[in-house]
């Protein structure tokens, strides 16, 4: 795990597992894992088995639910992709169903997909990096809501989650400024340089369901 963080540039990615299991083994615990002292935690030395993607199923509240009606879309987090740059792309994390739109969503990008298993359980898991809303509401002029890193102590913050907390793929516009962008500029490097995003909700009628 050590030689994982390495190559991921995380090295506190056991610290962050070891949270990650205070909340699965303590749901009904006021103390979110990320906030626990890092003793009260589960220690962990186990395996870590890496995927380069996840796949989702999913389908619009506006579809009627049944397999002509689900879509499926792959999510990959891989330090090449087709020979190129990596590519990490981005996905929606459900918050509180009771909120409509994406004020019941969190938007994340996706560092890692791995398994676990401790105590004889299977955990698949995600190591997240978490964006936060810009504002109470959406753009007035786009009418999409912005986001941006959320940056704790001059690095962008990161945890891990569960697979399930997973809805579907998002997909985020860099916000532009007045600026040209220079010549040497690569389409992969966008969630790396940019200080804020829009959160596209015309990417497809789902999206446009949930995100608006």
């Known amino acids: 795990?050590?030689?994982l963080g390495i190559q991921i540039e995380k090295l506190?990615?056991?610290e962050l597992i070891r949270r990650f299991l205070y909340d699965q083994q303590n749901p009904d615990s006021e103390i979110l894992g990320s906030d626990a002292n890092l003793s009260d935690c589960p220690p962990f030395s186990s395996?870590?088995?890496?995927?380069?993607?996840?796949?989702?199923?999913?389908?619009?509240?506006?579809?009627?639910?049944g397999l002509g009606g689900m879509h499926r879309?792959?999510?990959?987090?891989?330090p090449s992709w087709q020979k190129g740059p990596?590519?990490?792309?981005?996905?929606?994390?459900?918050?509180?169903?009771?909120?409509?739109?994406?004020r019941g969503l969190h938007a994340?990008?996706?560092q890692l997909f791995f398994r676990i298993t401790v105590n004889g359980i299977t955990y698949p898991c995600a190591l997240l990096q978490w964006l936060i809303p810009v504002g109470d509401d959406p753009d007035e002029e786009t009418s999409m809501w912005i986001v941006k890193p959320d940056m704790r102590g001059g690095h962008w913050f990161s945890s891990v989650v569960h697979v399930d907390c997973i809805l579907r793929g998002a997909h985020l516009i860099g916000v532009s400024g007045t600026d040209f962008l220079?010549?040497?500029?690569d389409h992969s490097e966008s969630l790396d340089r940019f200080q804020a995003f829009y959160v596209n909700k015309y990417a497809d009628?789902?999206?446009?369901?949930?995100?608006?």
């Open 12 to 14: 506190e990615l056991c």
């Open 108 to 110: 994340a990008r996706v």
């Open 47 to 65: 395996r870590v088995y890496v995927y380069p993607s996840a796949v989702v199923t999913f389908y619009a509240p506006s579809d009627v639910s």
């Open 86 to 102: 990596g590519r990490y792309d981005c996905v929606y994390i459900e918050k509180d169903p009771n909120l409509e739109g994406f």
């Open 182 to 185: 220079p010549a040497e500029f």
């Open 205 to 212: 009628h789902h999206a446009h369901e949930i995100a608006f």
């Open 1 to 3: 795990m050590h030689m």
């Open 73 to 78: 879309e792959r999510i990959c987090a891989v």
